[in-house]
């Protein structure tokens, strides 16, 4: 079966401190791999993605993601946090020109001042 | 800026009455478009592919005569829900592939839908 598991249902982290959330998949096919952030009430941004190639990924807002096929994993990290990454965060995946996407169940991020 | 306009962004409307909701590609000409449904504090679930010039494919449970979908043009796709009751209350959102490649997906801004 094809699924996404965001193990981490709400996170909270010190503002400056080190972030990872994490990601596994199951997926039949070459996985296409994507983070998504949504504000309350709002859409969804694309952190990032991965298709192929270097399996280190970076993305916007200094955000990055490591894709190890080995553990079927693709885990965001960022360095140092800041109060304005309080959100929603979704794993997705899906299949090559597709676009359909199996999305996670989401880690809320908190961060503390 | 955004390449995917949702409109609109909240609504609230009677049980029975419908809803429509549309989705616009700004930036280029979307031949799919895709419609998913959240329901508060959980992930998003794909409800069908819109295609344009042919039928939506519906996700399984999906009810096709409760989820009208219609893309009509390379630049909008609407969804419109027909004699809505409360249990349709949920928060909408539309994206669009970019044919251009590269996996470009977009999403839309979504539509939180409040039937009382």
């Known amino acids: 079966a094809q699924s996404v598991t965001q193990p981490d249902i709400h996170i909270t982290v010190s503002e400056g401190a080190s972030l990872e959330l994490r990601c596994n998949y199951s997926y039949g096919a070459t996985p296409y791999l994507f983070w998504y952030v949504q504000s309350p009430g709002q859409g969804l941004q694309l952190l990032l993605k991965?298709?192929?190639?270097?399996?280190l990924v970076q993305g916007i807002k200094g955000f990055e993601a490591e894709f190890k096929r080995s553990q079927s994993s693709f885990n965001l990290r960022k360095p140092s946090v800041h109060w304005s990454d309080a959100a929603e965060y979704f794993c997705a995946v899906g299949a090559q020109n597709t676009g359909k996407l199996i999305f996670g169940q989401g880690t809320t991020l908190q961060v503390k001042p | 800026g955004a390449v995917v306009s949702q409109h609109p962004s909240r609504v609230i409307c009677k049980s029975g009455t419908s809803v429509k909701i549309e989705c616009r590609s700004l930036?280029?000409?979307?031949?799919?478009m895709f419609w998913y449904r959240q329901f508060p504090k959980q992930s998003l679930m794909l409800m069908a592919t819109s295609n344009e010039g042919s039928k939506a494919t519906y996700e399984q449970g999906v009810e096709k005569d409760k989820f009208l979908i219609n893309h009509a043009s390379l630049t909008l796709s609407t969804l419109t829900v027909t004699s809505a009751h409360p249990e349709d209350s949920s928060f909408y959102i539309c994206s669009a592939r970019d044919p251009g490649g590269d996996e470009k997906l977009f999403f839309g801004s979504g539509t939180q839908l409040s039937v009382l």
């Open positions: 930036d280029f000409q979307a031949t799919t």
């Open positions: 991965y298709f192929s190639g270097d399996t």
